[in-house]
Structures are given as structure tokens and as C-alpha cells.
């Protein structure tokens, strides 16, 4: 099974300032990583996938990249509803994994 | 719009079984892999199983093969996880969730429903 692991798990941030979110991969997964947003109480949403496509409706403030197994979340300029856990998924290989969430706190 | 409703949820005892229903509505139904994915404050996200647009492929998690099947009726536009032999580790929000590729499986999840929880306590 392909460990997911992100880093930091609490990234606490002003708003208006740039935030950047790490996953690394266990072993190579491609391209085939995506990103989610979780808010309290609500399903998790697609923003990201083949590391770098966002999804119709996510803002031009997200963006992925990849360098290896080390892929890289960045939000340009929070906003106040950015705060919130973000998770990284591979679909490279069965099982389907996830990493742990990095949860974007306001400073 | 696209909209995914997961029902059954409730609170049951360990080695007894539940049934998850998800009904689908606003897109095709029949053209979409459809995943079940769990979540624990422990141990995040997690994911459980898929079943192909046409049932021709299921896989499971190994934390629930043998003791967890996913099954759909396309003709009623629903999806169901049938629970059974269940463990307190089991407890946890269930969602189904769409694959976003019509026709294939293994990607992403662009839509997700709002979840059912399953507890399993003595």
C-alpha cells in the first residue's frame, strides 16, 4: 500500500499571505495525485487532479506541482474560506489512499 | 445539479450488520463508477470500496474484504454497502462518492454526498 504522508498537519497563516502544503508518495504514483478541501461538517471536494489540473469552480489562487514523489499544494493568497483541511490522494494504484490532512489555520 | 444521499446509518453492535443505501440524482447514473469512503477522527480518510458503471468490477479495502459488499441498481439509481460482521473499528462517517470520469474508474471523486454515520458499540 502507497503511504501518504503531509506535512505540516496545522499550517496557521494570515489571510492574504501565500500557504504551501507537502505530500510525499511511498513509492512513485505518476502524476496521479489529487487534492481535496474538507470544511467542518461537509464531504470532502475535489480541487486538484493529475497534480496540477484544478476542477471547474476551483479558484486560479490553487495550484499543484510535482517534483518526484514530493508534490506540492500552494494557495496564492488566502482568503477567509480557504481555512480549512486539506488532503492529498493517490490514484496510481489500488488501494486508493490519502494522506493525514494538513488543516489551514488563521494566524 | 448532482446530488448523492447516503441513508442506514445508526448505531449497532459488533458482529451485527447494517445496510448503506446512496441515492443519485441530476446525471447518469449507469455511466459512473461509484466508491464508498469512510472517515474516522483517528485515521482520516479512508477508502472502502468501487463498483464499476456496470458491476463488472468491485474492489474492497482489505481492512473489510470478506465482511463488506457493494452492490447498485442502476434501474433505481442507488448505491448500497451492505455491512455485515461489523467491529468497533468500522465506526465511522460513510460517503459515497462519484468517480469523475465517465465510463472508467480509479480517479478522483468529484462529488461526494454528506455522509451517514455507522457507530458499532456494545
Given at each position: 500500500e502507497i503511504v501518504m504522508t503531509q506535512s505540516p498537519v496545522t499550517l496557521s497563516v494570515s489571510p492574504g499571505e501565500r500557504a504551501t502544503l507537502s505530500c510525499r508518495a511511498s513509492q512513485s504514483v505518476g502524476s496521479n495525485l489529487a487534492w481535496y478541501q474538507q470544511k467542518p461538517g461537509q464531504a470532502p471536494r475535489l480541487l486538484i487532479y493529475y497534480t496540477s489540473t484544478r476542477t471547474t469552480?476551483?479558484?486560479?489562487r490553487f495550484s499543484g506541482s510535482r517534483s518526484g514523489t514530493d508534490f506540492t499544494f500552494t494557495i496564492s493568497s488566502l482568503q477567509s474560506e480557504d481555512f480549512a483541511v486539506y488532503y492529498c490522494q493517490q490514484y496510481n494504484e489500488w488501494p486508493l489512499t490519502f494522506g493525514g490532512g494538513t488543516k489551514v489555520e488563521i494566524k | 445539479q448532482v446530488q448523492l444521499v447516503e441513508s442506514g446509518g445508526g448505531v449497532v453492535q459488533p458482529g451485527r450488520s447494517l445496510r448503506l443505501s446512496c441515492a443519485a440524482s441530476g446525471f447518469t447514473f449507469n455511466n459512473y463508477a461509484m466508491y464508498w469512503v469512510r472517515q474516522t477522527p483517528g485515521k482520516g480518510l479512508e477508502w472502502v470500496a468501487v463498483i464499476t458503471y456496470d458491476e463488472s468490477v468491485k474492489y474492497y479495502a482489505d481492512s473489510v474484504k470478506g465482511r463488506f459488499t457493494v452492490s447498485r441498481d442502476n434501474s433505481k439509481n442507488t448505491l448500497y454497502l451492505q455491512l455485515n460482521s461489523l467491529r468497533t473499528e468500522d465506526t465511522a462517517v460513510y460517503y459515497c462518492a462519484r468517480d469523475r470520469d465517465r465510463y472508467q474508474y480509479g480517479y478522483p471523486c468529484d462529488h461526494w454526498g454528506q455522509g451517514t454515520l455507522v457507530t458499532v458499540s456494545s
Open positions: 469552480g476551483s479558484p486560479a | -
